[in-house]
């Protein structure tokens, strides 16, 4: 069994930063993405930032120059950094990653419930 457990949302004011954590658990061989995703009300769950096990990253247009993702490849997490956040911001932000659980296995997308960002005006 894999896990993916985020923490870290919350309410804030618009301007300010949050820090999301997502650690895997498990019977984990390796991992290989990571990344994070959002989904507004009434909107479709859209990328974030995604980040390879080697460290490249890519961003959505709107996280460019706010946000950085980043992970921790002993403690099986990924982190999104948020900076200058907008009341458009406010969105269930969810962490994905593939991951193998046993050796010469490719892996498969797990994903986490979810944590709440709230940014007011």
């Known amino acids: 069994q894999v896990q993916l457990v985020e923490s870290g949302g919350g309410l804030v004011q618009a301007g300010g930063s949050l820090r999301l954590s997502c650690a895997a658990s498990?019977?984990?061989?390796?991992?290989?993405?990571m990344g994070w995703y959002r989904q507004a009300p009434g909107k479709q769950r859209e990328l974030v930032a995604h980040i390879t096990s080697g460290g490249s990253t890519n961003y959505a247009d709107y996280a460019k120059g706010r946000f950085t993702i980043s992970r921790d490849n002993y403690l099986n997490t990924v982190y999104l950094q948020m900076t200058s956040l907008k009341p458009e911001d406010t969105a269930v932000y969810y962490c994905?990653?593939?991951?193998?659980?046993?050796?010469?296995?490719?892996?498969?997308?797990?994903w986490g419930k979810g944590t709440l960002v709230t940014v007011s005006s």
């Open positions: 498990g019977t984990i061989f390796s991992i290989n993405a």
């Open positions: 994905t990653s593939q991951i193998a659980t046993m050796i010469g296995e490719y892996g498969m997308d797990y």
